[in-house]
């Protein structure tokens, strides 16, 4: 049986999720593939630190370098992260002809086309499944099985410490700081949350997952991004009322003259499946023209989810690697240079239903000023319900969703709403999503 | 750009869907392929028939030979079900060195073993995306996505038809055979039945499922069978009660002495996703060792989403066909020559949890005696729950959640049970599978 070597890059979590795997799970895989995989070299930080996995035979070096030159290595696996050192590093191991596996979002988001660029004119193969979803095949699944279709949207959990909070939100008495200490507690979100709760690991995803989608370039910059933070356990509570889950969702949708690129809180029906999928669990939906709704469900991280799509990577790379790469699936899933140029446009031009949440104080006629501006606005009302405001006297919280409307004049409607003396501090706004239900 | 000939063996549902996609989709899917699809033939039923495509630019035969036997034709697509001609008709394709995509679950789960065998002989691809779950590519998602894992069990709702009837029999006053009526006027459901609600058409896609989840031959004759006809409208309103959904399940998992394959009504928590499945939807549950629990969702017939696995398929197999068969994906995702011959095991063998529900007479002791024979057997019970019958006075209708306990142990109590002079009727039994929850 031929055996191909590969090189790791990075020993943490992942790396340590990739050995285990090919140290356990070699022979079933062999039995799928009819070729073995050798771990040659391993590039670590610290040659020093104590590991879970079994390191033994296998050379270690902290002279990252090394991997990337190493003769005997076909394909280099990098799973150390960031977009700095990884980035020259595959750059280096791209010219001397080894293929790629990555987990590395950012890195692909960022930096993709011009890594892919480098890639055909070298002949070699980056894969990056682990690199949306964790564990869930959805780049496969889209590139390939939905390549009958043309993709007209894809919506996605793809953040599961955002999506565990939101739903440990809504048992009672949880806020949204509360519970963020319990997910750090539990090493669901880091120290430094941002990179999650703020959406830009999500906007990572999504552009990723909008390129295979529509064949278009990768335009992280593009991305409109809007965090957690600001979802009330009122949200929750009043989002449950009406039927609705609030999920932080990545959209990508072609439009008449673009695409929408954006993560944000998203309502969504609870009669559409995704709206069911909690805790740190990941999803992703694709409406392709011909099939339909789709969706993709499982881990979207951990050491044994992304790894196992890591492992699958090196499978396909090694069962690709000696066929011409035009034959091949492209990095996209379209050919570079038939990726569209239509332009991502403003989260202003989007046009959706709103669930608009506010305090008003309890006088007589706010009703009246208040549906009187967005009646101005050509914008109708489809509920609206109104209670004491358990936080102040003399105060009522108001909720109202909205008909389709623009979002620029929405924007504009909210603008005059918040200069009415009625109303109290901000007006929250969450796009509402139907997901075709 | 290279254009790949296509022969097309029959015209119905799923045949006029691929011909609409590759007519009106050409230009999405050049993009992706870099090369180009011309249906070169079609063979139908009938020439004189009137069609809803456009075959104005297309040679028809009423002889399938033609197609297969025909000199410019690469692949043949055969949409033209059963198990007799399309068998043959395939074989002479094989023969003749051309590739096949199919979506016949019937011929793949019955002979594909003998099909797929010979496919490697004539060093030819046998393609069946549209075979199971009809627009999801669960097929590609399991044998290469999950590649890196072991499989320990799949789970699926593989028939729509069943999943529409148990999703109607929810509403107030529905039982099975009003809402079978309605499924057949509506076109969900055949005039003759049987092959949807006794399961066969599930049986038949688990056997996919399960060769491609664990490495095993096509076995559909050691698949239990159990349709959804017995299920009363009083057991959905416990299953709602007790929190879980009665569904129509392909299950396939390995045990310590070989492989459970079954299709039965099956009780899951609704807190598991796939238990919030509804209406026509299929889905699927693959569970690996290092992935953990993953699900593929989508439309699961209907002309647009078959033909869309179909032709992602046409579309694979023009990237593959000039590659060396060896390093392809192999049918069933094992190479034929590692597929294990671990045995199937009896349905008798597997240990679950069951819902059992009977009426029984009124009397003083009744519960003694059930609980008392339930005991003897060594089975707990989890749940009980009695209430008046509401067809008839003096009766009680007796529902018991059991623990875990081997099925031949849990029939002879039934056995006993059914002895009883208190128990009216026959007594229902549901298998329960949590499914991770």
Known sequence: MKTVKIGLLGLGTVGGGALNIIQHTLPEIERR??????????????????????????????????VVNHPD?????ELMGGTGLAKSLLETAIQNGKHIVTANKALIAEHG???????????????????????IPVIKAMR??????????????????G???????????????????????????????????EGIDAAHKLTILASIAFGIELQFNKVYTEGISQITADDIRFAEQLD?????????????????????????????????????????????????????????AGAG???????????????????PIDVQVPALGFALDQLQSAPVVSIDEIETSYYLRCFAKDHVGVLAKITAILADSNISIEHLHQEPCSQEANAATLVIITNHVKESLLNTAIETLSELDDIEGDIMRIRIESLGA
């Open 305 to 323: 989810p992304t790894a196992s799509s890591v492992v699958a990577d090196i499978v396909e790379v090694i069962r690709w690697k000696e066929q």
């Open 113 to 135: 086309n011009a890594l892919f660029a480098l890639a055909k004119k070298h002949n070699v193969i980056i894969s990056y499944e682990a690199a949306v979803a964790g564990g």
């Open 33 to 66: 593939l009819g070729q073995s995989i050798e771990v040659a070299i391993i590039a670590v930080r610290d040659l020093t630190r104590t590991r879970s996995v079994d390191t033994q035979n296998i050379p270690l070096t902290d002279n990252a370098t090394e």
């Open 73 to 77: 290595v076909d394909i280099v696996v």
């Open 144 to 161: 390939e099985g939905l390549a009958a279709n043309k993709v007209e949207w894809v919506a996605g959990i793809i953040n599961g410490t």
């Open 163 to 197: 999506n565990y909070i939101l739903t440990e939100m809504k048992k009672p008495g949880a806020d949204f700081a509360a519970v963020l200490k319990v997910a750090q507690e539990l090493g669901y979100a880091e120290a430094d949350p941002t990179f999650d709760v």
């Open 244 to 300: 609705y889950e609030i999920k932080h969702l990545g959209v990508a949708s072609r439009l008449e003259n673009g695409f929408s690129l954006r993560v944000h809180p998203t309502m969504v029906p609870k009669s559409v499946l995704i709206a069911n999928v909690s805790g740190v669990m990941n999803a992703v939906m694709a409406f392709g023209n011909h099939v339909g709704p789709t969706m993709y469900y499982g881990p979207g």
